[in-house]
Structures are given as C-alpha cells and as structure tokens.
C-alpha cells in the first residue's frame, strides 16, 4: 500500500514544444494475437524534460520501454527520436536502464564491460573496445562516481550502484534520451537519492529522461509530467491535473481509494509492487 | 607413468579418438558458455535428440557409412530455426513447445533406424558416440566446423555477449538481435552436430553444459570463464578416454563423468569460499 500527497498547487507548464526528443506515434502492440498490451500510445517528450510514466500492474509499462527501444516484433505505429524514425538507420540511439528483475546478475563481467556495452554501436562490426572507448567508458563511470569500482564484478555491487552503472552504460552510448524501468524499486532512499542527483545534472546538460514507476508518491514530487498508462495513455501532465480521482478510477479501476483533505489529497494504492 | 601415458597412443584409433575429444571438447565449452549464460541448456539437450530423423533418413540411404554427418547438420539446423519460432512468444511456453518438438523428433528418428537390421547397434553408436571409429575425414569435418564455429564467436563476441546480457540493451543499440539469436542457435546446433559422433546425442547436453558450469563457478570474468570451461572440456576429454581405455568402460560415459567430477569439484569450491 502506497501513500501519497498530492499538492494543490500548480507546477509551472512546460515549455513550448520546440524540440521533440522523443515522439512516440499511435503505438500498439500485442503479444500474440488478439492480447493487446498497448493501444494507441501518443505522447512527446520535450529536450531534456523529465517524465515519469505511472499506472498499475500490466499496464504495460516495462513493454512500452520493450516497443520504443525496437524490440516487440508485433507493434504498430511509430516512435521518432529527434525526428528520426526508429525503423530507419540513422535513428540516434536510446539509453536503456532495465528493471532490477530483468538482469541476470550473476552473468559474469566487470563493471567496466557492462559500460563498454554501450559503445558496440559506435564501435562497429569486428572491432574490439579500444583506448578511446575505454576514455569514454571512465568518464562515464566518473559522472555517476563509480570509476573506483571499474574492475568489480558487477554482483559485488549495491542496488544503487547496479542502477548506476547502467547509467554510465547509457552515458557512454552518448545517447541524449534516456529510459529507465522501475529505477527505484529495490534500492534504498539513499541509493534514490544519489540516482536523482545523477538525472537532475543529466537535466541540467538536456538529457532527456523517461521512467516508469508504480510509486505515485515519488513520481507526484519528483517529476513534473506523468504519464498515466493502462494499456492506452489516461491522463498527461502535470501531477495535480493527472491524479484526479477519476482518471486515477480508470487506470486503477477499484484498487484505489482517495480521500481530500484540505489542501492535498490522499490516495492509498493496493497496488504496490512489481 | 610415460608408459600409462603413451601406451594407448600405438592404436591410430586412440590417436584420433584424442584428437577428437580436444576438438569437441573446446568447441563444446565455448559455445557451451553462452548456452549456460542465456539459461538454454533444455535447448541444447532438446536439439542433440531432434537430430535424428536427419542421422536417420542419411543412414537409410548409405548405411553406417552414409553421410550421416550431413544428414545431423541439415536435422540440427532446421529443428534450430525451427525451435528459434516456436519460442518467439505465444500461447505455450518456451519449454513446453521444446519438448513437444523434441521428443516427436526423436521418435521419427528412432522409427527411421528401426527399419533397418542392424539397428540396435547403430542406433546405440548414434546415442553414445562411437569414437574409436572416427576416421581422418571425420576428424577433418571436425576441424573445419569447430573452426568455423570458434571463428563466428570470436567474430561476433561482443555482439553475443550483449544480446545476451540484456537484449533491450541490444535492440536500443540497434543490433539486429534476432537475426544474432537465431546466429547462436545455429552455432548449438553445429557444435551438437560435430561432437555426435565423439559424445553422442544422449550425452551431449553434459559437453555443453557441465564445463562451462564448472567455469562459471569458479569465476566472475566472462573471458575466463570461457578459457576454464574450454580446459576444462579438453581435459575432461583427454582423462575420459585414458580411462575408457584403461578401465574399458564406453567413451562417451567416462568423458562426461570426469566433466561432472570438474564440476562437483568447482562446486566445492565454491560452496566453500561462499561460506
């Protein structure tokens, strides 16, 4: 069960949308045949904006991440970065954090391999990580503060820091749009914490930045655009105007109970975990 | 101590019967890395078993001596790309459809051997390995295939290790990951092809699996793992055949017991330094 507050007050609106980092264009997908699991998503996501995209259980969060990033076979419409189709080749590439649960953590390679990972696109067919990428792969590990732990494997590491390597991975892409699944479940508040000031400086070099979370309550004070999903998107904006009680109802459906009172309102979930 | 060691070498079929193990014995492991990595180890065992309706349909056209080889690869590849479909999602389960697959296979190609005569024999060289009747040109096949195979991965090495750490990962890199997945299931199918006549199909699960299991014990760096696993594959192999031979006990069978001593031993280890 989840608390929350809501404030009443509204945050200031966001910018005119000048620059479209990420559009995603009527996306649905399936798994199978007549299982849907997303029905005409729309939305964009300004330069260096950060959302965070909300809604229960199998609303299909972690597969939107799968169907922007190209890897659902059965989807249909489009998803444009900086314009770019990603069914085209010269699509700039997206950083991807995976859910805690999706990594095998026990597979046995450094914390520098994992960031090298994120420089197999740059480097090309038939070529091995050289001096350059490696620079590269430092630097990153220096902006989340783990280039002390390079040479660990990456089981020995914490859940936060797991969180940050991934980051640097996604850093030494050189990739501008960011999506992380679930960052925080399964980290503590001070591993939260550190992870929030790495997106905040990401922000203040434009990094564009799109997570999904089942806490309302991080998301509500954290974040000043959520997405409500559940299977199509409910409700896109700022916190107070998203997390009404009734489009809270629709993505929810009864799980949820609210309560006014006075200046914020109080919403409990029975809906709290991956 | 030399003469243990070099008495067996005065039979040629002992020489290339060494010959053989080495080779399958670090195809096997390297390969055999990624396939206990990506947690396809049912995959494995399954497409060694589905083989043999194509060692079946091979053997009643030229007998023990026909292209039996040709005849796995064209079963392996197919049931490969096949099985690559079939676990592409859908109603059944990954597992659930292997197994349908393979057990059908096998049963076609347990009832193609059993027209012929001497099937018994033959279908017990298919199953077990037969590897004191290995020739020069099956050792060649083996040289070029597990040549081949090595190559591929060093080649494409730090595309498979992507896709098979985190495959979101691979597709927001753009990699053409299904293509490079069905890639690694064609190499399990090749190398379960050219180590059949050495291990043979019931066996050949435990040349994939065990020693890169043992390796994966016994460190946290993938490229050593894969060299552990690859001497600990070859050794297996070398010890396994002095001891078939000493003790005369089938090849196959003594093979994959010192590989499952390696690994018991790595696990040992390993439940030690954990506690």
């Known amino acids: ?274 | 101590m030399l003469t243990f060691l070099l008495a067996p070498l005065q039979y040629t079929f002992m020489v290339r019967g060494l010959a053989a193990v080495v080779m399958v014995g670090l195809v096997c492991a390297v390969v055999g890395s990624f396939v206990v990595l990506r947690g396809m180890a049912f995959f494995g065992d399954a497409l060694a078993h589905a083989i043999l309706p194509g060692v079946g349909v091979a053997y009643l056209v030229g007998g023990a001596s026909g292209p039996l080889f040709w005849g796995a690869l064209g079963a392996a590849i197919l049931t490969a790309l096949g099985i690559g479909a079939v676990t592409r999602g859908g109603r059944l389960r990954e597992d659930t459809a292997i197994g349908v697959v393979f057990a059908g296979m096998f049963a076609l190609g347990v009832a193609l051997i059993s027209t012929a005569r001497s099937y018994t024999a033959d279908l017990a060289h298919i199953l077990f390995g037969n590897i004191l009747a290995i020739t020069n040109n099956d050792l060649l096949l083996i040289a070029l295939f597990g040549g081949a195979i090595l190559l591929v991965i060093a080649a494409l090495y730090k595309e498979f290790v992507v896709i098979s750490f985190d495959p979101v990962h691979a597709a927001s890199l753009r990699l053409p990951v299904e293509p490079l997945r069905y890639l690694l299931l064609v190499l399990v199918a090749v190398t379960v092809v050219v180590s059949l006549q050495t291990i043979g199909a019931g066996l050949m699960t435990a040349m994939l699996i065990t020693p890169a299991a043992a390796a994966h014990l016994l460190t946290k760096r993938l490229g050593h793992m894969i060299s552990l696993a690859a001497f600990i594959g070859a050794g297996a192999g070398v010890i396994g055949l002095y001891l078939s031979y000493y003790v005369a006990i089938a090849s196959g069978a003594a093979i994959v017991l010192v590989a499952t001593a390696g690994f018991g031993g790595a696990w040992l280890w390993h439940t030690v330094k954990q506690s």
């Open chain 1, 1 to 274: 069960m989840t608390l929350l507050q809501t404030p009443t007050l509204s945050l200031p609106s966001r910018p005119a949308p000048d620059c479209a980092a990420l559009a995603l264009v009527n996306l649905s997908a399936e798994y199978g045949k007549s299982r849907p699991v997303l029905e005409q998503v729309s939305f964009v996501v300004e330069c260096g904006e950060r959302a965070a995209i909300v809604g229960p259980n199998g609303a299909g969060k972690s597969t939107l991440f799968q169907v922007i990033v190209g890897l659902l076979p059965h989807a249909t419409g489009d998803v444009l970065v900086h314009g770019h189709s990603h069914h085209a080749g010269d699509c700039p590439s997206i950083g991807y954090v995976p859910q805690r649960e999706a990594v095998n953590w026990n597979f046995p390679v450094s914390v520098m391999d994992v960031v090298l990972m994120g420089r197999v696109k740059e480097l090309g067919w038939l070529r091995w990580p050289g001096a350059a990428d490696r620079k590269a792969a430092h630097s990153a590990l220096e902006q989340v503060g783990l280039e002390a732990l390079a040479a660990r494997p990456i089981s020995d590491l914490s859940g936060g820091q797991q969180q940050r390597v991934f980051i640097a991975r996604a850093l030494a892409q050189q990739a501008d749009v960011l999506l992380l699944d679930e960052p925080f479940s399964g980290v503590d508040v001070e591993a939260q914490a550190s992870i929030f000031d790495i997106l905040d400086h990401l922000q203040t070099q434009n990094v564009t930045v799109l997570i999904s979370t089942h806490d309302l309550q991080m998301a509500t004070t954290r974040f000043d655009r959520l997405i409500l999903l559940n299977r199509r998107v409910i409700a896109d904006g700022p916190a107070d105007s998203v997390l009404t009680p009734e489009r809270l109802a629709a993505a929810y459906g009864g799980r949820l109970t609210f309560w006014r009172d006075g200046e914020a309102v109080t919403v409990s979930a029975d809906d709290c975990c991956p």
